[in-house]
């Protein structure tokens, strides 16, 4: 069946514009998150959604970014007033349930200019 | 939240050298689960371990869940080039709602 899904694969943006970020979970995960991936470095947790409801936001490293998945399948990443250290590869993972495990989609990749 | 740490950052070997990589937590663990990305990849799960002094294998990795519950090791007999990415563990975070990563260990595997 169909994997994860995100799109844009690459995102360039200049400083201080507004990006969303999409991501098409496998059907039926109830289970979504988020990581923001820089190089060299592992996954780092941003939010985690159990159907429509973010259940856990505390990776959210300040309030221009935010998430939504209104109907407990897709999902947007939205980040306001880009800067340049928002420059990562943005990951999304679901999973069938919470602390199951999860399958990644391929990324997208934000360049903020 | 909670972390979880890994050791090697870096590991490099001759193809036909076996490789380890470990990981650690201050706190007790639920489970802990197995990772690894190819160069260029996304994170593709390799296995979850459960049970104190759990020991699973898959070809040649083998994977152990410490009697603790607090350190796990992924053990490579014999790396071959396909072995080549970075693996990355990751725990329960300290309110048990997702999984928190490592920083991974990047194996690079000399033909």
């Known amino acids: 069946g169909a994997g994860v899904s995100q799109t844009p694969s690459n995102k360039v943006t200049e400083k201080g514009k507004y990006v969303e970020l999409r991501c098409d979970p496998i059907s039926g995960h109830t289970a979504l998150y988020w990581y923001r991936q820089s190089l060299g470095q592992g996954p780092e947790f941003l939010i985690y959604?159990?159907?429509?409801?973010?259940?856990?936001d505390s990776g959210l490293p300040n309030d221009r970014f935010f998430a939504v998945r209104p109907e407990g399948s897709v999902s947007t990443l939205k980040i306001q007033r880009t800067e340049r250290g928002d420059s990562a590869v943005y990951l999304c993972a679901s999973s069938p349930q919470q602390l199951d495990t999860q399958y990644f989609g391929p990324g997208t990749r934000l360049t903020v200019l | 939240g909670q972390q979880v740490m890994q050791i090697p950052q870096y590991q490099h070997v001759q193809e036909g050298e076996d490789f380890t990589t470990y990981c650690n937590s201050s706190t007790t663990l639920s489970n802990i689960q197995w990772y690894k990305q190819r160069p260029g990849g996304h994170p593709v799960f390799l296995i979850q371990?459960?049970?104190?002094?759990e020991v699973k294998k898959q070809k040649r990795l083998t994977f152990q869940f410490g009697e603790a519950k607090k350190n796990s090791s992924l053990h490579i007999t014999a790396t071959q080039t396909t072995d080549v990415g970075t693996y990355f563990c990751?725990?329960?975070?300290?309110?048990?709602?997702?999984?928190?990563f490592g920083a991974g260990t990047r194996l690079t595997v000399k033909p």
């Open positions: 371990l459960v049970k104190s002094g």
């Open positions: 959604f159990q159907g429509t409801g973010a259940a856990d």
């Open positions: 990751a725990g329960p975070s300290d309110n048990n709602n997702d999984m928190r």
